[in-house]
């Protein structure tokens, strides 16, 4: 059974830092170097978007446009852990934040984990 564990939120003022770790449990190591690895986040009242992408065999990074030069995704393929750095944290990045893995970019291949909060506030 695969398995996501998001970990690292917490509160944090404008113009902090976190970062966000992802452990997937389950997945075989195949499968965690060729799928895309996803960070999503879901806003209070919004709906769950996805933030930014990696796939290591395209060496491909994407980023929705507000979080460009500002977060960064990376993945360590022998721990089987996906990270998300964010820094210049703006009020428009609180929420709960998930990882996930699909074989396309936006493509969900696996239920949801309980995700980390993010709650950026002075």
């Known amino acids: 059974q695969v398995q996501f564990a998001e970990s690292g939120g917490g509160l944090v003022e404008p113009g902090g830092s976190l970062r966000l770790s992802c452990a997937a449990s389950?997945?075989?190591?195949?499968?965690?170097?060729?799928?895309?690895l996803n960070w999503y986040r879901q806003g209070p009242g919004k709906e769950r978007e996805l933030v930014a992408s990696?796939?290591?065999?395209?060496?491909?990074?994407k980023y929705i446009d507000s979080v460009k030069g500002r977060f960064t995704i990376s993945s360590d393929n022998v721990q089987k852990m996906v990270y998300l750095q964010m820094n210049s944290l703006k009020s428009e990045d609180t929420g709960v934040y998930y990882c996930?893995?699909?074989?396309?970019?936006?493509?969900?291949?696996?239920?949801w984990g309980q995700g980390t909060q993010v709650t950026v506030s002075s």
């Open positions: 389950g997945l075989t190591f195949a499968t965690f170097n060729t799928y895309y």
């Open positions: 990696i796939s290591k065999p395209d060496i491909y990074t």
């Open positions: 996930n893995a699909g074989r396309a970019v936006g493509v969900v291949d696996y239920s």
